[in-house]
T-cell receptor
Framework: KQEVTQIPAALSVPEGENLVLNCSFT??????LQWFRQDPGKGLTSLLL?????REQTSGRLNASLDKSSGRSTLYIAASQPGDSATYLC??????????FGSGTRLQVQP | DAGVIQSPRHEVTEMGQEVTLRCKPI?????LFWYRQTMMRGLELLIY????????DSGMPEDRFSAKMPNASFSTLKIQPSEPRDSAVYFC????????????FGDGTRLSIL
């Protein structure tokens, strides 16, 4: 059974800092890994999806990497802004199309 | 394009009452998922459908929970009878069945059972 862990649980940084969010998973037979953003009282917004055959994906200031052999993914946020404040969740798909979620990292970017 | 639409956004009801949550997936998506989010357990999959057929309902907590998808554009999640421990945010999500396509989530239904 896939288990997904995210560290740290919470992070507070000053504006402009580059930061890394970590995600680890137990089942290396992963089809893809997705990163989501959740704002308070809202649903989840998909940020990046990395297929098992890929090593990384980039969208604007976001870069996500995937290392299946070590069971790890990272989300890199460059030049953080107060608008980046949210909870970031990673989730793995082991082929059944449903996702197993981590518990999230709550990010606060201080102006 | 309209995203995944859930209703109601908020529901407050008394213990023992029947609760019905509704979801309209994105047109053309062949997978539909129901998740539940709580502070204690995070986001958990309850059930998912492919082409309107339930594929995996192992996450449904008890027989009090049931879900249906009568057609490609509508799904319901029903709790009968409801209990205070069912209080949570319930999310519906849909996706196209290709590996490189993400899931799209609705805004959720915040359910409070008194």
């Amino acid at each position: 059974k896939q288990e997904v862990t995210q560290i740290p649980a919470a992070l507070s940084v000053p504006e402009g800092e580059n930061l890394v969010l970590n995600c680890s998973f137990t089942d290396s037979a992963i089809y893809n890994l997705q990163w989501f953003r959740q704002d308070p009282g809202k649903g989840l917004t998909s940020l990046l999806l990395i297929q098992s055959s890929q090593r990384e994906q980039t969208s604007g200031r976001l870069n996500a990497s995937l290392d299946k052999s070590s069971g790890r993914s990272t989300l890199y946020i460059a030049a953080s802004q107060p608008g980046d404040s949210a909870t970031y969740l990673c989730a793995g798909d082991t082929g059944r199309r449903a996702l197993t979620f981590g518990s999230g990292t709550r990010l606060q970017v201080q102006p | 394009d309209a995203g995944v639409i859930q209703s109601p956004r908020h529901e407050v009801t008394e213990m023992g009452q029947e609760v019905t949550l509704r979801c309209k997936p994105i047109s053309g998506h062949d997978y539909l998922f129901w998740y539940r989010q709580t502070m204690m357990r995070g986001l958990e999959l309850l059930i998912y459908f492919n082409n309107n057929v339930p594929i995996d309902d192992s996450g449904m907590p008890e027989d009090r929970f049931s879900a249906k998808m009568p057609n490609a554009s509508f799904s319901t999640l029903k709790i009968q009878p409801s209990e205070p421990r069912d209080s949570a945010v319930y999310f519906c999500a849909s996706k196209v069945g290709l590996n490189n396509q993400p899931q799209h989530f609705g805004d959720g239904t915040r359910l409070s059972i008194l």
